[in-house]
């Protein structure tokens, strides 16, 4: 079926912004969740997860909200969303309701049309049933005919005859380059997939953005996805997600393997909660994906070397993240689809009901990669579990205690428990006079973006001692949760332009004081540049001794 994606687009820009502009974010909450004054903001107890002291702060200056407990916040048109699990322009059709305000429609509105990679998979799946050798190899995979037309597998010819079915149906060309199907080259138009049996990618909304191809001619890489377009992300999406999605909501559990093959076959096995990431490996753009359903979630990994490093990653992801769930490693270079193939359905099930939790799996992890008879390297590992505990919450940081001074045969009293953990849920009270001065630097470069590039000028992030994650987030990714809760700790001040600088001064001292003492020490830089060096840090601390931020060098 061809859909064509138009709401999105039907309510003009210029009504948007109107209504945002007319509505109050706490008037707009209060009609759903009882909400109480608390100094310049509001608080109640959070929707969005269970809670009996109010940690869910609204501010009417800053029309957003955000809850300290669960992360979850944004602007009024997001609380709806989230609160009424509606889609953004359900949502401004909702909040223009509530606030008796009329809506104007666009009727030249620009469409989104999928019909030419729609029609093109349909191409495709035609052609797989008349290509043996395609058929041939999915058949010795022990894909059955039911997967092929359940995934709607299909067949990518020959670049010529894609664009030739292209040209012929009178489908846009430059829609097809949109999607990745095909590109400009130096011999005219030519078709991104060639030779190979076509995965189609649906995204969450269950549109077609993609394909993965397998080759079956052994022309390039064996696998390669779509490039990435405006419709195909593929750090966010999961493959095999919009066939599962239904099965993750009502068994609330998540299989996440590393291949198309798996995801089938695993299907056919009756797993059908298993999808794929994208040759990728799992990301924190995944996680709103995964947030929706609150699953148990399942890795499902090879035991090679990429394998173990990639569920690593995804464990310390998912763990710092509150997720609960664990990991299955494949040895014997057996993957979840050969364990299909060789009938082994009860191993598998008895595989994915005692996975190892994803704090044990990273604790191991990180034992396993050094020597524990060298008493250096000890420590290091040492180092290294408790700078993962720093990001796990207090509960989860004592329960693996008894774990982790038995892995590392070590006293329990040499591991670093933290009060509050410092991960995705930033602490809020009893912060140090070195975090606020540090937040409130942030803070301030938030609020006042025209300062940005003249701090830059002066500080990086190797002068932050704990907050050098949030500086980066500045810089990158203003979105962030942590910077959201940064703008409503009303303990953070805000500076003046001169209360700034005083800041900036007293973080350079420490740090060019330091840098100075390497410097000096330093043994591997020649006599020349050392001088140079310590002279221009010797000046720099002048500068800031006289106040003369100004003059100050980066070095
Ligand atoms: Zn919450």
């Given at each position: 079926?061809?859909?064509?994606?138009?709401?999105?687009?039907?309510?003009?820009?210029?009504?948007?912004?109107?209504?945002?502009?007319?509505?109050?974010?706490?008037?707009?909450?209060?009609?759903?969740?009882?909400?109480?004054?608390?100094?310049?903001?509001?608080?109640?107890?959070?929707?969005?997860?269970?809670?009996?002291?109010?940690?869910?702060?609204?501010?009417?200056?800053?029309?957003?909200?955000?809850?300290?407990?669960?992360?979850?916040?944004?602007?009024?048109?997001?609380?709806?969303?989230?609160?009424?699990?509606?889609?953004?322009?359900?949502?401004?059709?909702?909040?223009?309701?509530?606030?008796?305000?009329?809506?104007?429609?666009?009727?030249?509105?620009?469409?989104?049309?999928?019909?030419?990679?729609?029609?093109?998979?349909?191409?495709?799946?035609?052609?797989?049933?008349?290509?043996?050798?395609?058929?041939?190899?999915?058949?010795?995979?022990?894909?059955?005919?039911?997967?092929?037309?359940?995934?709607?597998?299909?067949?990518?010819?020959?670049?010529?005859?894609?664009v030739n079915y292209l040209k012929n149906n009178f489908l846009n060309l430059s829609d097809g380059k949109d999607f990745g199907i095909i590109d400009y080259g130096q011999g005219g138009v030519y078709a991104r997939f060639i030779d190979r049996i076509t995965f189609p990618i649906y995204n969450n909304t269950s549109k077609l953005v993609g394909f993965g191809g397998r080759t079956i001619s052994g022309h390039g890489a064996k696998y390669i996805n779509s490039p990435q377009t405006k419709y195909f992300n593929?750090?966010?999406?999961?493959?095999?997600?919009?066939?599962?999605?239904?099965?993750?909501?009502?068994?609330?559990?998540?299989?996440?393997?590393?291949?198309?093959?798996?995801?089938?076959?695993?299907?056919?096995?009756?797993?059908?909660?298993?999808?794929?990431?994208?040759?990728?490996?799992?990301?924190?753009?995944?996680?709103?994906?995964?947030?929706?359903?609150?699953?148990?979630?399942?890795?499902?990994?090879?035991?090679?070397?990429?394998?173990?490093?990639?569920?690593?990653?995804?464990?310390?992801?998912?763990?710092?993240?509150?997720?609960?769930?664990?990991?299955?490693?494949?040895?014997?270079?057996?993957?979840?689809?050969?364990?299909?193939?060789?009938?082994?359905?009860?191993?598998?099930?008895?595989?994915?009901?005692?996975?190892?939790?994803?704090?044990?799996?990273?604790?191991?992890?990180?034992?396993?990669?050094h020597d524990l008879f060298n008493p250096n390297d000890k420590q290091k590992a040492l180092n290294e579990v408790n700078d993962y505990f720093k990001s796990l919450t207090p509960i989860m940081q004592q329960s693996y205690v008894p774990y982790v001074s038995s892995r590392l045969n070590i006293n329990s009293n040499l591991l670093n428990l933290a009060n509050e953990h410092h991960g995705r849920a930033q602490k809020r009270m009893n912060l140090s006079q070195i975090d606020i001065a540090e937040l409130s630097?942030?803070?301030?470069?938030?609020?006042?973006?025209?300062?940005?590039?003249?701090?830059?000028?002066?500080?990086?992030?190797?002068?932050?001692?704990?907050?050098?994650?949030?500086?980066?987030?500045?810089?990158?990714?203003?979105?962030?949760?942590?910077?959201?809760?940064?703008?409503?700790?009303?303990?953070?001040?805000?500076?003046?332009?001169?209360?700034?600088?005083?800041?900036?001064?007293?973080?350079?001292?420490?740090?060019?004081?330091?840098?100075?003492?390497?410097?000096?020490?330093?043994?591997?830089?020649?006599?020349?540049?050392?001088?140079?060096?310590?002279?221009?840090?010797?000046?720099?601390?002048?500068?800031?001794?006289?106040?003369?931020?100004?003059?100050?060098?980066?070095?």
């Open positions: 079926m061809v859909s064509i994606d138009i709401i999105k687009i039907m309510i003009t820009k210029t009504s948007i912004e109107n209504l945002k502009n007319s509505i109050d974010i706490v008037d707009i909450i209060s009609n759903f969740i009882q909400v109480k004054k608390s100094g310049a903001n509001f608080t109640a107890c959070c929707p969005f997860h269970g809670e009996k002291t109010a940690s869910f702060v609204i501010s009417p200056s800053k029309q957003i909200y955000h809850c300290f407990g669960c992360q979850v916040g944004g602007d009024a048109i997001k609380f709806i969303m989230e609160f009424e699990k509606l889609t953004y322009p359900e949502a401004i059709e909702k909040l223009a309701t509530l606030s008796n305000f009329s809506l104007e429609y666009d009727d030249n509105y620009q469409r989104q049309d999928y019909s030419v990679i729609e029609k093109l998979n349909g191409y495709y799946q035609k052609l797989l049933v008349s290509n043996q050798e395609a058929s041939e190899y999915l058949k010795s995979r022990g894909i059955s005919s039911f997967s092929i037309e359940k995934f709607e597998l299909g067949f990518a010819p020959s670049s010529n005859e894609t593929k750090s966010k999406l999961l493959y095999g997600y919009n066939i599962a999605k239904d099965h993750i909501f009502k068994e609330k559990q998540i299989i996440i393997t590393e291949g198309y093959l798996d995801v089938i076959m695993l299907h056919q096995a009756g797993f059908q909660t298993a999808v794929a990431t994208l040759g990728t490996a799992l990301t924190s753009e995944h996680l709103p994906l995964l947030k929706r359903s609150e699953p148990k979630v399942i890795l499902a990994y090879d035991g090679d070397k990429a394998g173990l490093n990639a569920a690593y990653k995804a464990s310390n992801l998912l763990s710092q993240n509150g997720y609960d769930g664990g990991v299955v490693i494949f040895g014997d270079g057996m993957d979840p689809a050969d364990m299909v193939m060789n009938r082994k359905m009860d191993i598998l099930k008895d595989m994915f009901t005692n996975t190892k939790p994803f704090a044990e799996y990273c604790i191991d992890y990180i034992c396993d990669s630097i942030i803070k301030t470069m938030l609020e006042m973006e025209s300062l940005v590039a003249s701090v830059l000028n002066i500080i990086n992030e190797d002068m932050f001692q704990t907050h050098r994650n949030e500086f980066n987030l500045l810089l990158n990714d203003k979105d962030d949760p942590l910077l959201r809760a940064l703008l409503l700790q009303e303990e953070v001040k805000i500076y003046s332009v001169e209360d700034l600088n005083n800041q900036l001064m007293i973080l350079l001292v420490p740090y060019y004081n330091k840098k100075l003492q390497l410097v000096t020490n330093d043994k591997t830089i020649d006599f020349k540049e050392k001088s140079r060096q310590i002279r221009a840090l010797k000046d720099n601390i002048d500068f800031i001794k006289k106040g003369d931020i100004n003059s100050l060098t980066m070095i």
